[in-house]
Every structure is written in structure tokens, then in C-alpha cells.
Nanobody, 127 residues
Framework: QVQLVESGGGLVQAGDSLRLSCAAS????????MAWLRQAPGKERESVAA????????GYADSVKGRFTISRDNAKNTAYLQMNNLKPEDTAVYYC????????????????????WGQGTQVAVSS
């Protein structure tokens, strides 16, 4: 059974930093994309960042480029999202997700491509 468990969310002030972690278990695939998506109240879920198996390829939403960094440690089956210079508009529930396929620059933004999801961790940024 695949499980994705997020941690690291919290309440911070604008300009602060947070690092989210996603611990994966039960994945028997040797090649999968890991991603972070978020959903703010009243808005659709959107992809924030994604990373290929080797880390060679990454993708970021325009709204977080230059502020967020995605990384992964395959030995620990863990992905990370370093979030710097947080803004109130970053407030959302952040989800970790896995796509059990190869990196595809054309599809990583689509929430529908992801096969497994975590339960989410809340990030709240006050102004």
C-alpha cells in the first residue's frame, strides 16, 4: 500500500521560510515523479513544483519561481519543498503527489496525472 505523508506546514509571517517534507512508502517503482500541489480555499488545486526521478528535471509554477525549491532523496524515499520569502497568497493546503511514470514537461502541471496523493499539510502565511 502506497503512503505519502507530508510534514512541515505551519503558521508563519510573510517573508519567512518553511520546508515541507514528503515521506513515501510502499512504492515499488524504480522511476517516478514527485510533486507538490496546493489548494487554497475556494480555488482549484494547482501544481507548485515537480521533480524527476534523478532530479535532472524540475518544474515550477510561475508564482513560486525563485522562491521555492523542490528536491528529493531517493535513498530516503523523501521529497522536500523549501519555501522562502513566503507570501500571504501562498496560504493553502499543500499536497505531495507521485506520478509513476517518466518526467514529462508537458504534463507535470496537470493534477490528473498523479497516481498517489498525501493527506496534505496546512501552510498559512500572515501579512
Amino acid at each position: 500500500q502506497v503512503q505519502l505523508v507530508e510534514s512541515g506546514g505551519g503558521l508563519v509571517q510573510a517573508g519567512d521560510s518553511l520546508r515541507l517534507s514528503c515521506a513515501a512508502s510502499g512504492l515499488t517503482f524504480s522511476n517516478y515523479v514527485m510533486a507538490w500541489l496546493r489548494q487554497a480555499p475556494g480555488k482549484e488545486r494547482e501544481s507548485v513544483a515537480a521533480i524527476s526521478w534523478t532530479g535532472r528535471f524540475t518544474g515550477y509554477a510561475d508564482s513560486v519561481k525563485g522562491r521555492f525549491t523542490i528536491s528529493r532523496d531517493n535513498a530516503k524515499n523523501t521529497a522536500y519543498l523549501q519555501m522562502n520569502n513566503l507570501k500571504p497568497e501562498d496560504t493553502a493546503v499543500y499536497y505531495c503527489a507521485v506520478d509513476v511514470g517518466n518526467w514529462n514537461a508537458g504534463t507535470w502541471r496537470a493534477p490528473g496525472v498523479y497516481d498517489y496523493w498525501g493527506q496534505g499539510t496546512q501552510v498559512a502565511v500572515s501579512s
